[in-house]
T-cell receptor, first 115, second 112 residues
Framework: NAGVTQTPKFQVLKTGQSMTLQCAQD?????MYWYRQDPGMGLRLIYY???????DKGEVPNGYNVSRLNKREFSLRLESAAPSQTSVYFC??????????????FGPGTRLLVL | QQQVKQSPQSLIVQKGGISIINCAYE??????FPWYQQFPGKGPALLIAIRPDVSEKKEGRFTISFNKSAKQFSLHIMDSQPGDSATYFC???????????FGTGTLLAVQP
């Protein structure tokens, strides 16, 4: 099993450009998440999807949109990139339940630089 | 109410020493407290977790101590090794949001 995969690994954008970050998981998890990681600020939730067909805003949703394409895939789109969106983006998935509680499995991350 | 405060921001420990990272929370509805470990260039991975019905959980050299009345929990790494050098995040789960709330992270460097 590959777990959680993310593409691309690195990306450089110019201000105003758009791009989509892709995420897929092969663990048959219902819940998926997008976080951004910035120095000194930890992991901040951008959007999440509790199940296929549903999405909800997290702590820092402005400037982003998401699509839960199917149970496996959850994409994050930047419509008009800004330098403040320079960050490392992580996708995660989980299957909440009594046994696992809220164990989230993270992908390797996408490092994004917006010039 | 939803914050998890983590300290210190960075920590340097000699090989064989004890590393201690502390976290505090406010929301008493939290009922699950995991620690995640992140190596450079990788995503975080679950290290160890505890529920508030116990005061301590130990897995190998890693121990979580939990103080429910003080709303604090900590990670202790015994006999710290250079391979433990990583960023550690505490987190809390539960309450109305049903989302993991992460601390700001601690960068641990274990010197040989």
């Amino acid at each position: 099993n590959a777990g959680v995969t993310q593409t691309p690994k690195f990306q450089v954008l110019k201000t105003g450009q758009s791009m989509t970050l892709q995420c897929a998981q092969d663990m048959n998890h219902n819940s998926m998440y997008w976080y951004r990681q910035d120095p000194g600020m930890g992991l901040r939730l951008i959007y999440y999807s509790a199940s296929e067909g549903t999405t909800d805003k997290g702590e820092v949703p402005n400037g982003y949109n998401v699509s839960r394409l199917n149970k496996r895939e959850f994409s994050l789109r930047l419509e008009s990139a800004a330098p403040s969106q320079t960050s490392v983006y992580f996708c995660a998935s989980s299957e909440p339940g009594l046994a696992t509680m809220e164990t989230q499995y993270f992908g390797p991350g996408t490092r994004l630089l917006v010039l | 109410q939803q914050q998890v405060k983590q300290s210190p921001q960075s920590l340097i420990v000699q090989k064989g020493g004890i590393s201690i990272i502390n976290c505090a929370y406010e929301n008493t509805a939290f009922d699950y407290f995991p620690w995640y470990q992140q190596f450079p260039g990788k995503g975080p991975a679950l290290l160890i977790a505890i529920r508030p019905d116990v005061s301590e959980k130990k897995e190998g050299r890693f121990t979580i101590s939990f103080n429910k009345s003080a709303k604090q929990f900590s990670l202790h790494i015994m006999d710290s090794q250079p391979g433990d050098s990583a960023t550690y995040f505490c987190a809390a789960y539960g309450g109305a949001t049903n989302k993991l709330i992460f601390g700001t992270g601690t960068l641990l460097a274990v010197q040989p």
